[in-house]
C-alpha cells in the first residue's frame, strides 16, 4: 500500500469516545466497534445509569480483556445525575450491569490504562487536543456529556460528530405509546444541555427506532455457535435481558439499543428515513422525554417553545441490514485482527 493510500484508509476509520453505562446492550456495542474495521475506540468514559459507576468501569474492563485492548483510555465519570440522585436499572441489567454474570466463566476485570481525569474532563481535553477529529458516542444517561458542556460550551464544534443514543423521535401518532427514554429521564438537565449545545452534527438515535432493532432466540443462538469470543460473550448476556422483555412482547427477545446507535455512526446508509429539527425535553406529568418538536404528520405541536439548533434525527431504519452488520462483525469478532 502505498503512504497516499494509507493516508486515505487512515481517514476511513473514525476515531470515537465512548460515553457508557456499561449495561448489557452497551456492552455489546463496545464489542461491535472494536470488531469493526472502521472504528479506533480511543477512549471509553463511564457513568451511572444501567448499573453504578463501579461496576461500569469493571464492565469496559471485561469487554476490552474479550476485545484484546489494553491500551484504551478509560475515565472514571458522575455517580449521580447533575441534581438529584441515580436511579440504576439493576431490574433490566442485573446488579452487575451484565446480567450477573456467572463469575467463574466471565470474571471481572479491573478497566487499565485509567485517566486521571474525570469522564468530562478527559471528554473536553481531547476534544480540545484535535479539533474535528473525535466522535463522540453517548450511551447513557448524559450527565458526563453535560458536565463536559459546563467546562467548554463549544465542544460539539471541536467534535466531528456527536451520536446520542437518546430521545423519544417526533411525538407518536395518536393513541402509540413509546418505552422509557431513560437516557433523558435519568437527567433532563444534562439533556437540555445536548440538545441545545451548539455543534457541528448531532444525530438522535432514540427509542423510537432502537425499540425495533430486535434481537431475537435464532440471533442469539446464531452469537454462541460463532466461535467467537464476542458472540458467546453476547449470547451469555442477551439471556437475562431476553428474560426481561419477555414481559414487554411476549417473546424472548430484545432490543439493541446502543448497538443500533454504534452501527447508525459507521454506517449513517442503515437510516432509511431522517427528520431534522429542534429536540427539547419535556415533562408530562408521567415520563420526561427527548421529543423532536414535529408530530407524526410533520406538523408543528400545538404550542409555542423556545429555539434550540437542529439535530437530525433517525426516525426509520434497515432493520435486516442493521441485524446482519451487527451480528456479523460480532460473530466475526477476532481480537488480534487489527493489532
Avoid: C
Avoid at 453505562?21 to 456495542?29: N, Q
Avoid at 418538536?293 to 429555539?307: I, K, L, N
Wanted: aromatic content about 6%; overall charge negative.
Amino acid at each position: 500500500m502505498t503512504a497516499a493510500a494509507s493516508d486515505r484508509a487512515d481517514d476511513d476509520i473514525r476515531q470515537i469516545i465512548v460515553d457508557t453505562d456499561t449495561g448489557i446492550d452497551d456492552a455489546m456495542a463496545l464489542l461491535y466497534l472494536h470488531g469493526h474495521e472502521r472504528a479506533e475506540v480511543v477512549a471509553i468514559t463511564s457513568v451511572y445509569g444501567n448499573t453504578d459507576v463501579e461496576s461500569a468501569l469493571i464492565n469496559i474492563g471485561r469487554v476490552l480483556r474479550i476485545a484484546g485492548r489494553k491500551d484504551v483510555l478509560v475515565a472514571r465519570g458522575a455517580q449521580n445525575p447533575i441534581e438529584g440522585t441515580a436511579h440504576i436499572a439493576a431490574h433490566v441489567h442485573g446488579r452487575d450491569g451484565l446480567g450477573d454474570l456467572t463469575p467463574g466463566r466471565f470474571p471481572p476485570a479491573d478497566a487499565t490504562n485509567l485517566s486521571p481525569l474525570p469522564a468530562a474532563e478527559l471528554i473536553v481535553e481531547l476534544a480540545r487536543s484535535r479539533p474535528g477529529h473525535y466522535d463522540l458516542l453517548a450511551l447513557a444517561p448524559l450527565t458526563n456529556i453535560g458536565l463536559a458542556l459546563e467546562l467548554e460550551p463549544d465542544l460539539f464544534a471541536l467534535l466531528r460528530s456527536v451520536v446520542v443514543m437518546a430521545g423519544s423521535g417526533a411525538f407518536p401518532a395518536l393513541g402509540e405509546y413509546q418505552m422509557v427514554d431513560p437516557n433523558v429521564q435519568n437527567d433532563p438537565i444534562a439533556a437540555e444541555r445536548v440538545f441545545t449545545a451548539p455543534r457541528n452534527e448531532l444525530i438522535a438515535v432514540g427509542v423510537d427506532v432502537t425499540g425495533s432493532a430486535v434481537i431475537d432466540e435464532k440471533a442469539v443462538e446464531r452469537l454462541r455457535a460463532s466461535g467467537s469470543a464476542a458472540g458467546e460473550f453476547s449470547a451469555e448476556i442477551l439471556e437475562s435481558y431476553m428474560d426481561f422483555y419477555r414481559y414487554a412482547w411476549g417473546r424472548r427477545v430484545s432490543p439493541a439499543h446502543d448497538g443500533l446507535a454504534a452501527a447508525i455512526l459507521l454506517q449513517p446508509a442503515l437510516v432509511t428515513e431522517w427528520r431534522t429539527g429542534p429536540i427539547r425535553v419535556l415533562s408530562d406529568g408521567f415520563a420526561i422525554r427527548g421529543r423532536l418538536m414535529q408530530t407524526a404528520d410533520r406538523h408543528a405541536p400545538a404550542w409555542e417553545f423556545d429555539a434550540a439548533p437542529d439535530s437530525r434525527v433517525a426516525s426509520a431504519i434497515d432493520y435486516p441490514a442493521f441485524l446482519e452488520e451487527f451480528l456479523g462483525v460480532l460473530t466475526g469478532f477476532s481480537s488480534s485482527a487489527r493489532r
